[in-house]
């Protein structure tokens, strides 16, 4: 068994309250646990945005690995790709030897849906940050009510 068969026996794929498909803990995971890689095709952070630009994508599971590479989580990505945005997470996203990992902020019960925080931001320097389809639906007592990242939140 592969260390990427191992990590797909914490989760499952399923209907989320937050959004659309969520991921959720098959069984309890305890914090500090590294639970899933974040799989894909690697590209450069422009060519996402020429492929929306000319409509080659309906759905966008991107997760910036540095200024000059993004994981493209529908190409080749795997349950991770669809870990929704929360303001009160229970995971994070940590890189090691090039790879994005989610680990378990705190103890997760089996059942609870796995969450992170994306801290969005402009795809592009100079872009806006105001862009509609950002807005957060967590439910978390302290939602800033988007997904952008705090510090643009008031942008």
Do not use: W
Not at 66 to 83: K, L, W
């Amino acid at each position: 068994m592969t260390a990427r068969q191992q990590n797909r026996d914490f989760v499952r794929v399923g209907c989320s309250r937050i959004a659309g498909t969520g991921v959720f803990a098959k069984r309890e995971i305890p914090r500090g646990t590294r639970i899933i890689e974040y799989t894909g095709k690697r590209l450069p952070p422009a060519q996402v945005l020429i492929d929306i630009n000319e409509g080659k994508r309906t759905s966008v599971y991107i997760f910036r690995l540095n200024e000059t590479t993004v994981i493209d989580g529908a190409s080749g990505g795997n349950e991770a790709r669809f870990i929704n945005h929360s303001c009160a997470p229970n995971c994070e996203a940590n890189m090691f030897d090039n790879n994005m990992y989610i680990y378990a902020m705190a103890d997760i019960a089996c059942g609870d849906e796995l969450t992170f925080d994306y801290q969005l931001s402009p795809a592009l320097n100079g872009a806006t940050s105001k862009k509609e389809g950002l807005s957060c639906h967590c439910g978390a007592p302290d939602c800033r009510g988007t997904m952008l990242s705090q510090k643009l939140k008031t942008a």
